[in-house]
């Protein structure tokens, strides 16, 4: 006998909205099963508006309703029990991202949870990703997004740091990372890494699945930093039209995969990670696993 139920998460982030909608599987003497039943992104780039004008456009805050009375939709058709809904660094930071969530909740009637960034790393950490992490081994997971980028150390089996810095795709597009920013990040990865030898990398983001989507490879194979940084000079050699064309990259994709690679390449470097591995996980399934394990 089983039970299935069905939960969904909105992840606002600051290149695309997503509603993930999930199958709960529960069956007496096993471990509950977690399916994807349903995934719609929708590329609003919100970070564009909150990096560089500080608030969110009136085009934007329409399109985000609309999309929001459509996932409403959605999850009233696939008889979704349970939802959340989480916004990141472009609602908190635009001057007008609780006044936008005020809008869309009287809109809607669906209430919008403007996160931190520990906040994220947190609910990211609710996922299978445990069951990646080895106790002999040393991972850095880094899960690089629009507006940020959060990365965590685990040593022994646990969490032993973990860090947020605002250096994401939408940022690096807009030129709005410095110097010091990367170099405190550099700093940061040095210290945290300096006593762990052979420090493998987990990657998060639809940037680097697609990048590990095109590598053909199979998925508990990781990617080497030789191949990850031959491809950032494929891309790099590549016009913005050429992306879309020749690989097939959404819009939205094919101008920050660029700056995402960079960021991935970056953390190897700096914490002599030789292989990247990218197992299939992000906020919105962290969101329906904190749901249902009522972690948040």
Request: charge should be positive; proline fraction near 2%; aromatic fraction near 8%.
């Amino acid at each position: 006998m089983i039970t299935i139920k069905k939960y969904a998460a909105i992840d606002i982030g600051s290149n695309a909205m997503r509603l993930l909608i999930t199958n709960i599987i529960e069956q007496k003497g096993k471990d509950t099963q977690f399916s994807k039943s349903s995934l719609v992104r929708v590329p609003i780039r919100l970070g564009q508006d909150a990096f560089t004008i500080g608030e969110i456009s009136e085009d934007n805050i329409e399109r985000m309703i609309n999309a929001m009375k459509a996932y409403k939709l959605l999850m009233k058709v696939h008889g979704v029990e349970k939802y959340m809904a989480c916004a990141t660094s472009a609602m908190r930071e635009a001057f007008n991202g609780k006044e936008v969530a005020d809008l869309i909740a009287q809109e809607t009637s669906i209430n919008i949870d403007i996160i931190d960034g520990k906040k994220e790393a947190a609910i990211i950490a609710s996922t299978e990703l445990r069951q990646f992490i080895k106790p002999d081994q040393t991972y850095l997971f880094v899960d690089v997004g629009g507006g940020s980028t959060e990365f965590s150390l685990f040593a022994n089996g646990k969490i032993v740091a973990s860090r947020s810095f605002k250096n994401g795709t939408v940022r690096l597009l807009n030129n709005m990372v410095n110097d010091v920013v990367w170099q405190e990040i550099e700093r940061w990865i040095k210290m945290i890494t300096s006593e762990y030898d052979n420090v493998i990398l987990l990657g998060s983001g639809g940037n680097i699945n697609k990048l590990f989507k095109l590598s053909g490879k199979k998925q508990d194979l990781p990617l080497s930093y030789i191949y990850v940084n031959s491809q950032y000079q494929f891309l790099n050699s590549l016009t913005y039209e050429e992306r879309i064309s020749q690989l097939g990259l959404n819009p939205d994709r094919a101008d920050v995969i660029i700056h995402a690679i960079r960021i991935y390449l970056n953390a190897m470097k700096w914490s002599g990670a030789r292989n990247i591995y990218v197992p299939k996980i992000g906020l919105s399934d962290g969101i329906v696993k904190a749901m249902y394990y009522n972690r948040i």
